[in-house]
């Protein structure tokens, strides 16, 4: 699994604030919070994004979504 995994899915809902490293490349621009997104779309949103770009994660189901999410601060 993917060590970022369970920091992306939270930062979908959730947004981020602080710097944060992808690939190499340093960013430093606020991504607001959406909570208005659903588990599943955010398990659509997922599967999308590791299925792409040389992934191949499978299907993210609902239910990992929303056990991340309980466990999102």
């Known amino acids: 699994m993917d060590k970022?995994?369970?920091a992306?899915?939270?930062l979908m809902r959730k947004g981020i604030q602080n710097e944060i490293?992808?690939?190499?490349n340093t960013y430093n621009q606020r991504m607001p919070?959406?909570?208005a997104?659903?588990?599943i779309e955010i398990a659509e949103i997922a599967t999308y994004i590791y299925n792409t770009w040389d992934h191949?994660?499978?299907l993210i189901e609902t239910k990992e979504v929303t056990k991340?999410?309980?466990a999102c601060n």
């Open 8 to 10: 992306v899915i939270c």
């Open 56 to 58: 191949s994660k499978g």
């Open 33 to 35: 919070s959406n909570p």
């Open 21 to 24: 490293i992808v690939n190499g």
């Open 37 to 39: 997104l659903t588990d």
């Open 68 to 70: 991340i999410m309980e």
């Open 4 to 6: 970022n995994f369970e």
